[in-house]
């Protein structure tokens, strides 16, 4: 005796608005690698603006004496705005081959331990939600809003900020001819990336460089060459230079590189806001059509607190 299998819905349209929409929402921007494993700080609730306060002082201690004397002492508090832009996405998609892969899972298409949403509507909201994923994590390090066509212009990435007139000192933006993508060219593209980087930095905890998934490659293939510990044999493995530890950020573009503490690189997003929507509508009491509308509102935007303890290098073909 056969079975019918009957996932049929009488209306797939369900909006979540506000905190209901946190879980979704998280769920886009947290499944980039940058942000799902924290290698940059993610300043949540951003409602607007936020503010990022920094302090610089110098002459801190003196000579001890019987009165409260200020001395030399010189304290400079800055600061650095991050000012999420109001991002969207909207798409019209066809249910029918999304509904074919949701019944197969439903009827035991998976390995057993494979956890599957109950709901159509949330089935996609989590599919879309990996695309934006995806796309929030190119923006973070290639973004730029002053594109015209073409590349991410969601909002302004790390590199452009990087890049904006002197907040890095001019020779902490290396520029070289050392392509190191190449495994033969990336050990002395790092070393001139090294010789920038400011002493305070040096042997900090919080340390990092980022490198595009290109680089880490090259990287991982110059040791081998050099049969550094049989390093090109040896599976997954943290990274280091010279100590410095090496993170790979999947959005950087291949030829680039940046360092600087974790804690100086941000992202803001307003995760609680009101303003977050996370929706799907089914067209099909409207229009009469197989479509379905899912709609994603909500924040993000980068910024770097101190410019003077960042180093980038961009390659430049001779």
Known sequence: MSKKFNFAEPTITTTYAGELAQAYIAAALLSGKTLSENLIEIKENVKYKGVLKTLASSGLIAAQTCDFTVG????????RVIT???LQVNLELCKQPFREDWEAMQTGGLRIDAVIPPNFETYLLLHVAGKIGQDVEYNIWQGDKTLAVGGYQSFDGLWEVSQVGTFVPAAQKVTAVKNPTVSADVIEALELLKAQIPAQL?????????VSPAIASAYINALGAGNYQFQSYVGTKPLDFDGIQIEIANGMEADRMMLSLKTNFFFGTNLLGDLNEAKVL?????DGSDNVRVVYRFTGGTQIAIG????TYDYVPA
């Open 84 to 86: 999420p832009d109001n």
């Open 202 to 210: 040096l042997f900090h905890p919080d340390l990092r460089l980022y």
């Open 72 to 79: 030399s002492a010189a304290v400079t508090l800055a600061e």
């Open 282 to 286: 089914d067209m099909g009491n409207l």
């Open 308 to 311: 003077t303890d960042v180093v």
